[in-house]
């Protein structure tokens, strides 16, 4: 699969180690939704499942790149 259909959200909770969610191909329109958290410098697997229908939406922008390209807001 093309490493360009992956979707990662990264986020800091308020006490605790950053996270990121990572959505990857995993093929036949699955991807494999992994759960890390950062700890010594590196990420770690704290979980994963296999998931289909993946949708992302985001009403105030597209993103098409790095960074957004694309703005649509009020």
Do not use: Q
Request: contains cysteine; proline residues 8%.
């Amino acid at each position: 699969m093309n490493a360009d259909s992956s979707i990662t959200l990264r986020y800091t909770p308020r006490e605790g180690n950053p996270r990121r969610i990572r959505l990857e191909p995993a093929g036949f329109g699955e991807y494999d939704r992994i759960v890390e958290e950062r700890r010594d410098g590196h990420w770690c697997v704290v979980g994963h499942e296999l998931v289909d229908g993946v949708k992302l939406e985001a009403p105030a922008a597209i993103v098409t790149g790095n960074p957004v390209s694309f703005y649509r807001g009020p």
